[in-house]
C-alpha cells in the first residue's frame, strides 16, 4: 500500500476563485488519479495525472478547468479554476503503487464553494 | 458504458448477522474486482479483491464471482455496527488502470 496525504483537507472559496490541491505519496507509484464525489453519489474520475506529460481527462472535463500537474512520481496537483457553487464536491486523489494492482484513496480534500 | 448496479439501500441487518451486498456489472470484460469501504465522510479503503469465479474468503469478508452471470458479491459474517458504512463495487477491464465505481451500498448494523 501507500500512505497518501492530501492538503488542504478543506476549504470555502467564493466563487470564480481558484483552488489548487495538493497530494503527496510516500512511495513512487506507477499511476495517480484524481476523483470527484458529491454528495450521496459514487466516485467520478477527472483524470489521469501522467508524469512529464499533460494528463488525461475523462469525458466531461477538460483542461481549462481542471488543469493538473504530475512533475514526479510521488506528487500531483489537482486545480479547481473559475470556480462555481456545482464544484462544491470531495476530491480525491488516488495511487496504483504497482501496475496492475488496485487503487487507494487519500483522505480527500471538502471544497465549499459560495 | 460501462455500468456497475448495486443497491442503494440502506441494508438494515442486526449484530451478529450476515451482511449480503450485492453488484451487477455489464462490462463482460471485466476481470478484476474490487470491494471498498467508505466510513461517513472517509475516503474509500480496500476491503477484497477476486479475479475467479467462486469464493474468497478473508476473514468475516466473503467475496463471490461469478463471471457468466456478471455477478459479484460481498457477504459479511458476525456483522459489527463498525461495519456501517458504504460499500463500493468496483470491477475493472483487463487491460485497464481504471476501475469503475458503483453507487455503493449503505449498510447499516445494528445492536
Known amino acids: 500500500s501507500a500512505v497518501i496525504s492530501q492538503k488542504p483537507s478543506r476549504d470555502i472559496c467564493q466563487r470564480g476563485t481558484s483552488l489548487t490541491i495538493q497530494c503527496q505519496v510516500d512511495s513512487q507509484v506507477t499511476m495517480m488519479f484524481w476523483y470527484r464525489q458529491q454528495p450521496g453519489q459514487s466516485l467520478t474520475l477527472i483524470a489521469t495525472?501522467?508524469?512529464?506529460?499533460?494528463?488525461?481527462?475523462e469525458s466531461g472535463f477538460v483542461i481549462d478547468k481542471f488543469p493538473i500537474s504530475r512533475p514526479n512520481l510521488t506528487f500531483s496537483t489537482l486545480t479547481v479554476s473559475n470556480m462555481s457553487p456545482e464544484d462544491s464536491s470531495i476530491y480525491l486523489c488516488?495511487?496504483?503503487?504497482?501496475?496492475?494492482?488496485?487503487?487507494?484513496f487519500g483522505p480527500g480534500t471538502r471544497l465549499l464553494v459560495l | 458504458q460501462k455500468e456497475v448496479e448495486q443497491n442503494s439501500g440502506p441494508l438494515s441487518v442486526p449484530e451478529g448477522a450476515i451482511a449480503s451486498l450485492n453488484c451487477t456489472y455489464s462490462?463482460?470484460?471485466?476481470?478484476?474486482f474490487f470491494w471498498y469501504r467508505q466510513y461517513s465522510g472517509k475516503s474509500p479503503e480496500l476491503i477484497m479483491s477476486i479475479y475467479s469465479n467462486g469464493d474468497k474468503e478473508d476473514g468475516r469478508f466473503t467475496a463471490q464471482l461469478n463471471k457468466a452471470s456478471q455477478y459479484v458479491s460481498l457477504l459479511i459474517r458476525d456483522s459489527q455496527p463498525s461495519d456501517s458504512a458504504t460499500y463500493l463495487c468496483?470491477?475493472?477491464?483487463?487491460?485497464?488502470?481504471?476501475?469503475?465505481f458503483g453507487r455503493g451500498t449503505s449498510l447499516i448494523v445494528h445492536p
Open positions: 468496483a470491477p475493472r477491464t483487463g487491460g485497464s488502470y481504471i476501475p469503475t
Open positions: 462490462d463482460r470484460g471485466s476481470q478484476s
Open positions: 488516488s495511487v496504483e503503487v504497482r501496475t496492475g494492482e488496485t487503487q487507494y
Open positions: 495525472a501522467n508524469q512529464g506529460s499533460e494528463a488525461t481527462y
